[in-house]
């Protein structure tokens, strides 16, 4: 199995910045998409930004300019930089690693992300 962790979630106020690590380790093979996924109260939900393995990038509409993916495959991590937060990206923020080999997508525990106005 493939274990996932989320980290660097925190309190900002709008306008502010965080970056979220997020960190994949165990019986690992083949590693494609790394995405991070975000879930408001009462929301479904919803994909923020993907990033492949070779690098290729997308985004939600929402955090278009705001928002900047990255990853390291060396070591399995995918980072997620989050600029001029506004409080409705005030969610719980999830990091999922897709590895072809396993057929499936591996989910961490989520980080905390409140925007305060």
């Known amino acids: 199995q493939v274990r996932v962790m989320e980290s660097g979630g925190g309190l900002v106020q709008a306008g502010g910045s965080l970056r979220l690590s997020c960190a994949a380790s165990g019986s690992i093979f083949n590693i494609n998409d790394m995405d991070w996924y975000r879930q408001a109260p009462g929301k479904q939900r919803e994909l923020v930004a993907t990033?492949?393995?070779?690098?290729?990038?997308n985004y939600a509409d929402s955090v278009k300019g705001r928002f900047t993916i990255s990853r390291d495959n060396s070591q399995n991590t995918a980072y997620l930089q989050m600029n001029s937060l506004k409080p409705d990206d005030t969610a719980v923020y999830y990091c999922?690693?897709?590895?072809?080999?396993?057929?499936?997508?591996?989910w961490g525990q989520g980080t905390q992300v409140t925007v305060s106005s």
């Open positions: 990033i492949t393995r070779s690098g290729t990038t």
């Open positions: 999922a690693a897709h590895d072809t080999t396993w057929s499936r997508r591996f």
